[in-house]
């Protein structure tokens, strides 16, 4: 028998995430036992080893590597499907069932376009109620996944497109934000070079995948922290031509020569047939 139930995955995941068998059940709130008994009870099933155990601890084999990250997909679908289900019936919406979509952004990114997009919608007929879910750097790929968001703005080079259906909106050239007072935002333009290695002036690091690259530029948040850090004199930042929306009277954006242009995209899952989220792409387009 090759079917999975929920639980069993849910089991899995928390064990091979925390190698540890005590810290699992406590996540999964749980006694320790019952838990080791089902993974092996999985492993029985499957035929295969997914945890090497010993000593030391705990460590996947190759198969658990495998279930892991299959076991992920799953769990996250499944999530998804009971909100998106729930939406659709207006079990999360006052007043009753109502068309309602979710739309992801990045905070404080294409706010022109967006505001466009919202007004041009809500002109249409049918048109449903959105809701703006505002997130931080490239998180829109997880909330799409998970079913928190139906539809997002995304950003390439930045954010992966991969599993997503997608229509490009608009592309746009990157500037270097710098505080104003600094000598090369006087510059009529910049290269890459000119502010990767500016003394004093460290480029603002920005989380990739939940962990931040190496280097002497603070580790960036929110758009807000990073906007005071670059007013105090304290970081630069290579941002989307867009940013200049949100600049503060201490800031200045000098145009990059050689940096990769950057393009919106509208991206929503590849298996979706909800007809709301239909007409706000066709409107999206027609921008």
Known sequence: MDALETRELRYFVAVAEELHFGRAAERLGMAQPPLSRAIQQLERRLG?????????????????EVLLYEGRAALDATAAAVRRARRAGGADSPGGPRDRLVLAVKAAG???????LLDAYAAELDAAEIEVLLCGFCEQEGLLRDGRADVALMHTPFNSLAGFDSEELMTEGQVAILPAAHPLA???????????????????RWPSYGTYPPGPGPEIRDQTQLAQLIALGRTVAVLPDSARAWLWAEHTAVPLTDAPPVVTHIAWPAHSRSLALAGLIRTATRL
């Open 186 to 204: 006087a510059r009529a333009s910049l290269s890459l070079a000119d502010v990767s290695d500016v003394p004093g002036l460290p480029l603002a």
């Open 110 to 116: 294409s706010h022109e376009l967006l505001q466009k």
């Open 48 to 64: 295969v080893s997914l945890l090497e155990r010993n000593r030391r601890g705990v460590s996947l084999t190759s198969a658990g």
